[in-house]
């Protein structure tokens, strides 16, 4: 039955892109009698939430999809129904003309929903370019936006050097107000090669937590030279993004690229190093499927979380070495250092999924005598040590889901974007932010939450909500006691 599951799963997943965390899964009574009973817990535990009712369900078990090859137009069309959330801030957003004008560079991986967000905000009267890296851009998406005529500076097959000029064109020719950006790349480097246009940038909308951490470090330093918004630390983006979206389709990608048995059997050994919102979405997930998981984090408290969650939690040294599979969840450089992977078995596979450059340290690798070569499915790479082991590495040791799959989801992308549109709005509204970094308050997160339910017909009781939690501080357990008769 496992092994059913982790088919579908992994189906459902690489073919429609829609998330199934929170999806209503009808099970007809012939497939549960036939299916190992834990099926439902084993779907709760993954945020799927099972039902006898067909006419209810968003997804029948165990269907799969057939499978499509989209245009890119196909897929812009496709993420475009699954986005109303940021559909509805947008149009807000056009109907006041705040953006009229503006030029917002985004620096973000180049698919399906981006391509959405773009338009959207050129819908709403700014001027936008999109710059992202060789392994982050979708070609066929690139092309489509190319060809509706926006300026785009991605080409799947560039060089590093490449990728250095088309970021530096983008800023010369586009000369931002308002960056977008992904990891804080495409900010530093303006700051760094292209001073001259600091004092135009009006604000920063930062997407990813390694991003917050390198912005918060110029703060730290006195060096950061404009607002930035930690888009990152809105719970509409950490507890969704990050667990369900990344934590889900980095678990299904790897599935695609090792086959379903690979994450769904006790006999397999995960190591999951860190154990922030991404690494427990996708151990909660691969135990789920059935495979046993360790936890490496360095912080205690986390480390704690993982033991009360029921994982193994365990040092570096203990647990690599009997490892089958090693999934590096940190967006740390060098979390795994050279002297840790020639601890790992010949043949262990590599996953990154925090995913920032050299999380596993391939440069100290190759500097050593060790090599890099695509195997026959190139999203998968012979890493060659110089002590003679050869592991299996993802995704050349980029963010697997990205780099090697679609990517998040489309209705988890949705809530993102939902979460960059209030940056952007907030940016640009009223008097510009101070120099540093800033977070958006609980109050953004709960108009994008009510969104999000309206648009899935869920009602909650906002009246109850609304009433004060403490109505009178005088009130206490002496003056509000019942007395018995």
């Keep these: 039955m496992t092994n059913t599951f982790s088919t579908w799963i992994c189906a459902w997943a690489q073919e429609t892109n829609a998330s199934l965390a929170g999806a209503r899964v009808y099970i007809s009574p012939d497939s549960l009698a036939k299916a190992d009973p834990t099926l439902p817990l084993r779907m709760a535990e993954w945020g799927l939430v099972p039902t006898d009712k067909r006419e209810a369900a968003?997804?029948?078990?165990?269907?799969?999809?057939?499978?499509?090859?989209?245009?890119?137009?196909?897929?812009?069309?496709?993420?475009?129904k699954g986005m109303s959330v940021s559909a509805a801030l947008a149009n807000q957003i056009a109907k006041s003309g705040k953006l009229r004008g503006m030029s917002i560079a985004l620096s973000l991986i180049v698919e399906p929903k981006t391509a959405v967000l773009v338009e959207r905000l050129a819908a709403a009267g700014a001027n936008v370019g999109v710059y992202c890296h060789a392994h982050e851009c979708d070609q066929r998406v690139a092309d489509e936006l190319a060809a509706r005529g926006h300026i785009i500076e991605a080409n799947s097959t560039w060089t590093?050097?490449?990728?250095?000029?088309?970021?530096?064109?983008?800023?010369?020719?586009?000369?931002?107000?308002?960056?977008?950006?992904?990891?804080?790349?495409?900010?530093?480097?303006?700051?760094?090669?292209?001073?001259?246009?600091?004092?135009?940038?009006?604000?920063?909308?930062?997407?990813?937590?390694?991003?917050?951490?390198?912005?918060?470090?110029?703060?730290?330093?006195?060096?950061?030279?404009?607002?930035?918004?930690?888009?990152?630390?809105?719970?509409?983006?950490?507890?969704?993004?990050?667990?369900?979206?990344?934590?889900?389709?980095?678990?299904?990608?790897?599935?695609?690229?090792?086959?379903?048995?690979?994450?769904?059997?006790?006999?397999?050994?995960?190591?999951?190093?860190?154990?922030?919102?991404?690494?427990?979405?996708f151990a909660r997930r691969v135990r789920t499927l059935g495979a046993r998981v360790a936890i490496v984090e360095t912080d205690p408290v986390k480390a704690l979380e993982a033991r009360f969650a029921g994982f193994e939690v365990a040092t570096q040294s203990d647990v690599l070495h009997d490892a089958d599979v090693v999934v590096s969840a940190t967006g740390v450089r060098h979390t795994l250092a050279l002297d840790a992977l020639q601890t790992l078995r010949e043949g262990a596979a590599v996953v990154v999924i925090g995913g920032i450059q050299n999380e596993i340290a391939l440069d100290e690798v190759i500097q050593t005598g060790g090599s890099l070569r695509p195997e026959k499915d190139k999203r998968i790479f012979s890493l060659a040590l110089p002590n003679g082991r050869r592991l299996r590495l993802l995704a050349a040791g980029d963010g697997v889901n990205y780099a090697a799959g679609p990517g998040n989801p489309i209705q988890i992308m949705d809530l993102s974007f939902a979460v960059q549109l209030c940056a952007v709005d907030r940016i640009v509204s009223?008097?510009?932010?101070?120099?540093?970094?800033?977070?958006?308050?609980?109050?953004?997160?709960?108009?994008?939450?009510?969104?999000?339910?309206?648009?899935?017909?869920?009602?909650?009781?906002?009246?109850?909500?609304?009433?004060?939690?403490?109505?009178?501080?005088?009130?206490?357990?002496?003056?509000?006691?019942?007395?018995?008769?």
């Design 160 to 281: 590093p050097a490449q990728e250095h000029e088309g970021a530096l064109r983008l800023m010369d020719r586009l000369k931002p107000d308002l960056i977008i950006d992904d990891g804080a790349n495409f900010a530093r480097l303006l700051v760094m090669e292209r001073p001259e246009l600091v004092a135009n940038v009006r604000g920063i909308a930062e997407e990813t937590t390694s991003g917050v951490r390198a912005f918060q470090a110029m703060a730290d330093e006195g060096e950061l030279p404009f607002p930035v918004i930690a888009v990152n630390d809105s719970a509409l983006k950490t507890c969704f993004d990050n667990r369900h979206g990344t934590g889900e389709t980095c678990v299904s990608t790897t599935m695609e690229l090792l086959g379903p048995d690979a994450l769904s059997s006790p006999d397999v050994s995960v190591c999951v190093i860190g154990y922030g919102p991404v690494g427990e979405g």
């Design 430 to 485: 009223g008097d510009k932010l101070p120099v540093g970094v800033h977070r958006l308050g609980p109050d953004t997160d709960r108009r994008i939450a009510s969104l999000a339910l309206a648009a899935r017909g869920i009602s909650i009781d906002v009246e109850q909500q609304e009433k004060p939690l403490v109505p009178d501080w005088r009130v206490t357990h002496y003056s509000d006691a019942i007395t018995q008769e």
């Design 58 to 80: 968003d997804f029948l078990y165990p269907e799969l999809p057939a499978h499509e090859n989209l245009t890119g137009a196909q897929m812009l069309a496709r993420a475009e």
